[in-house]
Each structure stands twice: as structure tokens, then as C-alpha cells.
């Protein structure tokens, strides 16, 4: 990959099994999908995992699905938090920060790829399907989950009194 000559550059694009501009497969914008998960935020990292699978980049792709899951276990373990203890953490710290980390550490990269070797001219998928998966993922199911484990701790007799 590197010759002894070649220093190594964290900040190289990964290398990827396509040509550099020709062959790209339809992508997720990843600058639009980083913006879309100020709102829906563990989808970001989804969605360009998505984006690592097409372009061939299996490593990144799982990196970015591991964020997902980390970001979905946070959210997870904060509310269940709240609903044991009281304790409510502000939306900085249980929402913002995760989001910041990866896009910092995943998301951003992804962008940087896709505009060094493409551009703005690369076949696009529909951007509505991110928007409903992250409405239907992002609210539709965190509100039910929310609902049974509120049921489930309140009739186990350990929910917090500020959720009565």
C-alpha cells in the first residue's frame, strides 16, 4: 500500500477498489446526511456506512456501523438513566456529543472522500428515505421504547418520580 519512500498520512483517503472518477455507485450525499443527523443522530453513521459498502470499503463501512450501534446504546443507557434516577442529562451531553464525535472521527472523512474524488458530479440516492428512517427510527421508535420501559419500570416499581 505504502513504499518505504512514502510517509503514511492519517489523513489519506482511503484507498478504494474503484477508479478515481469513473465507476462511482450511487451514494447517500454524506454532507447532506452528516446535516440530517443534527436531528436524527445515530442515522448519520448508518447511512454512510452505506455509502462505505457501495464504494467498496468493508473496514470503513463497519466502523461506521459500530458508531451506530455505540450511538444507539448511549441514547439507550441515558434514558434509561433518567428513568431510574432522575438524573437528566442535558441534550449536549446525550445527544450532541455522540454526534460530534463521529462525524469528527467517521463522517467528516467520508465527505473529504467523496469531494476529493468525485466531486459534486456522482450519482446520488434519494435523500427521502434518510429523512422517513430517521422520523420512523429516530422518533417512532424511541418514543415507543420509551413507553414500555416507562410501563415496565413503573410496575416494577423502580421508575423515577419525576416520570409518574
Known sequence: MHDNHDQYNPYHAPDSELDEYDDCPPLYNPQAVALWSILFTPFGAWFHAKNWQALGEDELAQQNLIAFWLMIAWIFAVLVLDMLTGIALPTAVSAIVPLVV??????????????????????RQSLVFVVLFGI???????????????????MLGVLHSSWL
Open 102 to 123: 463521529w462525524h469528527l472521527k467517521l463522517g467528516k472523512q467520508q465527505v473529504e472522500y467523496v469531494k476529493e474524488y468525485f466531486g459534486d458530479d456522482y450519482p
Open 136 to 154: 420512523l427510527g429516530g422518533y417512532v421508535v424511541m418514543f415507543t421504547i420509551s413507553y414500555i420501559l416507562m410501563i415496565l419500570f413503573g
